[in-house]
């Protein structure tokens, strides 16, 4: 069945460095979405991508979605403290076009 | 506007024992319910999900159980709990009819089974 990876599955940063995050899929996808889940939280919807190729930007994060619909990437630039928790992509596609949680890169920032 | 209340917020169970896990959704009508579980450090495997009342979807085979008695109404439950159902248990919903659309999300129930 489809499967959706991330890596890394965990990231510490200091501070005002950049982080990425990767999200693959085995299969073509017709969306994308993005979720930060604080820690001790809930998963929070952050965008979601459709077109092939697409970048968003969210003030200091970028998503992009693959040319082949079949990966994606959320680049933070120079973090905060703010941006700890774990990042989750979502990707619904394969022969039942259910959404299927990629498993999660936990991010973090050190002061 | 839309809100999701889910609880409780955490409960210790031992083994054996039933389990009932509510959600309700406000401020919206005839949405999309889904209840997904998280183990520690993990991501996120659905577990049912649910296009109007009375009309579940199960898509893992396990211990639980779920119904829609109401619209905006969704409950888990488990007649006999298993040490393996210990996790992270969200309630979502969507507006999305095809499955694939943004999930709002409740703020969760952590359940411990000893």
């Known amino acids: 069945g489809q499967q959706v990876m991330q890596i890394p599955q965990y990231q510490h940063v200091q501070e005002g460095e950049d982080f990425t995050t990767y999200c693959n899929s085995s299969t073509t996808l017709s969306n994308i979405q993005w979720y930060k889940q604080r820690p001790g939280g809930h998963p929070v919807f952050l965008i979601q991508?459709?077109?092939?190729?697409e970048v968003k930007k969210q003030k200091r994060l970028t998503f992009q979605f693959g040319e082949a619909k079949k990966n994606s990437s959320l680049h933070i630039t120079a973090t905060q403290t703010t941006d700890v928790g774990t990042y989750f992509c979502a990707g619904a596609g394969g022969a039942t076009n259910k959404l299927i949680f990629g498993t999660g890169t936990l991010l973090a920032v050190q002061p | 506007s839309q809100t999701i209340h889910q609880w409780p917020a955490t409960l210790v169970q031992p083994v054996g024992s039933p389990l009932s896990l509510e959600c309700t959704v406000e401020?919206?009508?005839?949405?999309?319910l889904y209840w997904y579980r998280q183990a520690a450090g993990r991501g996120l495997q659905l577990l049912f999900y649910s296009v109007g009342i009375g009309q579940i979807s199960s898509e893992v085979p396990q211990n639980l159980s779920a119904s829609r008695p109401q619209d905006r109404q969704f409950i888990l439950s488990s007649k006999k709990l298993l040490l393996s159902d210990s996790g992270f248990y969200l309630c979502?919903?969507?507006?999305?009819?095809?499955?694939?659309?943004?999930?709002?999300f409740g703020e969760g129930s952590r359940l411990t089974v000893l």
């Open positions: 401020g919206t009508s005839n949405p999309n």
């Open positions: 979502a919903w969507s507006w999305d009819r095809t499955n694939t659309g943004e999930l709002f």
């Open positions: 991508l459709v077109k092939s190729g």
